[in-house]
Structure formats: C-alpha cells, structure tokens
C-alpha cells in the first residue's frame, strides 16, 4: 500500500545533526518507496504542536513525528481527539517509544514502516491533562533537564552533555519535595527529593526493574525515591537522566490508573518543575495522573504483535 497525505514535522534540535536528518534525505527517502511528503521545519520545541495541528487543518491523514521523545509526544498531543495517524522517524537521543515499537532507528526502513501504513491504536497518559507517552516526573529529574537544555544549546546534544548535565545540577538541586499522594483512593505522605511515574513498559525493562506487569494490566507505575542526602538524590536522578537503570531497592513502588499528588507547605500553590517525556514545563499542582486507552493511532512494522510498549 502506497500512502499519501503524509507531513513530516521534523524538529531540527532534535539528536545529533547528521545526514538522515535533513529534510532532503526524508524526502528522498519517502520518493524512493513511490510515496512523496510535505516537510515543516520546527526549530523549537514549543513549535511543535502549533505546526502539527496546522497539519491537521490542512488535511493530512498522517503526520510524522521526526525527533526525539518529546517531540514525538508534542505531536502525539496536537493528534489527541481526531482520527490522524502518527508516524515516527526517531531521530532523538534515547527513542524509547519508536524502540517500544520496533520501529527502525535507521531512516529508510522507518519510512517504510510509515508508507506500508499498518496502524495500531496505543493508550496515553496525562498529567493534568497533559499528554506523556513514556514518563512524568517531579524534583530532581526535571533541575537535571533543565540544565541540560541549557548544555545542549552550548555543545549540541550527546550522551557525553547529559552527563555533564548530571555533573553540574550537583550544586544547584533544591530540598525534597513534601508531597500528599493518592494511588487509586489510597494515600500517604512522603518526603521526597524525585517522583517518577512511567507509562511505557519497554523504558522499565531497559532499567532492569520490574513493573512492565503492571502496565501490561493498564495502571502507571509510580517510584517515590527515599528522603537521601544531596549527593545520594543526584545520583539517583542520574541514573533515570541516563538511561542506566533504577536502584528499585531503595524506591517506594506503586502502581495505579489514578495517581493525585499534591505539595504541601508554603510551596503547595506554586508552579512545579515537571518532566513529560524529556521536556521541562511549569504545571500549576495538584498534578493528577490517568491513563487514557486507545487514545492515539500510530503506524507500527506489520510484524507488531500488538504486546503492551
């Protein structure tokens, strides 16, 4: 099947610049297969659901996400409520969703895997609303990736930046974070320095913890790290930022379809760092976390077994 009415929004910032990025390399790659795209060129990240639904508008029946994480979820997020499939052309550092899927890390067989146009319908999930197709997090994740954006704007973006990024946040991470949380209608108080809370199964599996299960039965997994001293919470957070694994042992695990937390303390009326997929924002508490299935229709490889990502 050739497909037709495909955009690609490519994110320029997205990875490490390289040849498979340029708009002319996917265009050519595209024609080579007998199928043809329109390019939109975002240099920034808050661009990206503005071009995409522009997209919409124009009448594409399938938009491309070409980048990383959170530009595959920018997307994802403009896409939410209408019937236009996602396309992903990974282009980011980790690509733990286009991975989740089996989707080519190389550029022509991932464009075959667009133009062959076999679709799949995949569960979200949000925080206040917002969409995240991998993770959330609140406290030291979101400072590491921070100063990281900030590096790789300097130095351009690599794993050797994200650690540095670890490096630096070391003397500029604040104090735990004082937190109301309510997993499915039951809830404690905790004193924590990072909360992570992951919707993709693939992501756990890659950290070496245990939780896919969980996902697979249709609940978030919820990890609260202990109430550690400075560097024992960077080194955390570092391992997360760094895509090495999870000290689990040392983590509260919970797992649910409702998560509400909530700050307490002189800080509980102020916007908070939050991470969703990779990207940094300021959300307005208390955060409420849901999963929402079959939300978003994506072209995956014919051989996709439809096993919960």
């Not at 050519?28 to 808050?46: I, N, P, Q, Y």
Request: proline share 4%; glycine share 10%; hydrophobic share 45%.
């Amino acid at each position: 099947m050739v497909n037709s009415g495909i955009c690609v929004i490519l994110n320029a910032g997205s990875g490490k610049p390289d040849a498979k990025s340029q708009p002319d390399t996917i265009t050519a790659a595209f024609a080579a297969l007998g199928s043809s795209c329109t390019m939109k060129l975002v240099k920034e990240g808050s661009q990206i659901e503005t071009r995409t639904r522009d997209a919409v508008a124009e009448g594409f029946t399938t938009i491309v996400a070409a980048g990383g994480d959170g530009t595959i979820c920018g997307v994802a997020s403009a896409l939410r409520g209408t019937d236009v499939r996602m396309g992903i052309l990974p282009l980011g550092t980790f690509n733990y969703f286009a991975r989740s899927l089996d989707i080519p890390m190389d550029l022509e067989p991932a464009v075959k895997v667009i133009v062959e146009a076999h679709d799949r319908a995949l569960r979200i999930a949000t925080i206040n609303d917002q969409i995240f197709l991998n993770n959330a997090s609140l406290g030291a994740y979101a400072a590491i990736l921070e100063t990281r954006e900030g590096i790789y704007q300097r130095w351009g973006r690599s794993r050797a930046a994200a650690y540095w990024a670890v490096v630096k946040t070391l003397s500029t991470v604040r104090p735990p974070l004082r937190l109301r949380i309510t997993v499915d209608g039951e809830t404690r108080l905790v004193r924590s320095p990072l909360v992570f809370v992951v919707n993709n199964a693939y992501q756990l599996t890659q950290m070496a913890v245990e939780g896919a299960d969980h996902i697979e039965d249709g609940k978030l997994v919820v990890f609260i790290a202990p109430d550690a001293g400075r560097v024992e919470m960077i080194r955390m957070a570092a391992i997360i930022a760094l895509g090495r694994g999870l000290p689990e042992r040392k983590f509260t695990v919970l797992s649910g379809t409702d998560i509400m937390i909530e700050r307490i303390g002189r800080s509980a009326g102020h916007r908070q760092a939050v991470a969703r997929d990779g990207e940094r924002e300021r959300l307005a508490g208390p955060f409420r976390l849901k999963v929402i299935e079959d939300a978003l229709t994506v072209l995956v490889p014919e051989a996709d077994t439809g096993a919960p990502r």
